[in-house]
């Protein structure tokens, strides 16, 4: 039997088992991976923007955990339920606790994060935030398909509002008197 050919009688099991997983689509990709690499040279120059080589080390030092974080919750397309199992609040405390238990993995927590603000923000499914105790998924109204040739534009205005947000957190909070370093912000 040629499993090439499109006349083939292969059963709906054995086309799974010759195609393999389903690709992911541009916003699970390359969207995140845009989201986190803009997202890090942002936050590594709010945090170091003397434009020096200590600029590019905060750059680099944010940039390889905030887009493995990204990347983590699109590990559930390989097992579990896309967008519940890995895209939940549990699933972030983890992240946002790992480095005070262990004294590693810094910054992925953010990656994580602005994960789930993507999906919400910028797709039309949106995520099960509670699960496993709801499987509700969350969304806002501002999203595009995936398949969209807008999803790289919404990408762009997600990713410039939470920088916004970061200069709020980094810049104004400290000046009407709230220390982020208190608040467990930054690491």
Known sequence: MDRDDPSSTLTVLERKLF???????????????LNAVLLSV???????PAGDLGTLESVVAITVPVTLGALFPDVDTAFGRHRKTLHNLPVLALFVAFPFVFG???YVWIGVLTHYVL????????IALFY?????????PTGVPVSSGRTDLVTLLVTGLEL???????????RR????AELGLWF
């Open 42 to 48: 942002g936050l590594g120059i709010l945090l170091e």
């Open 104 to 106: 590693n993995l810094h």
């Open 177 to 180: 008197g709230f220390d982020v």
């Open 19 to 33: 195609e393999g997983p389903p690709a992911t689509s541009p916003m699970n990709k390359r969207g995140h991976v």
């Open 164 to 174: 916004a947000v970061a200069v709020l957190l980094l810049y104004e909070l400290p």
């Open 119 to 126: 999906d919400v923000t910028g797709s039309r499914r949106g």
């Open 132 to 140: 496993p105790l709801s499987s509700r998924e969350f969304d806002l």
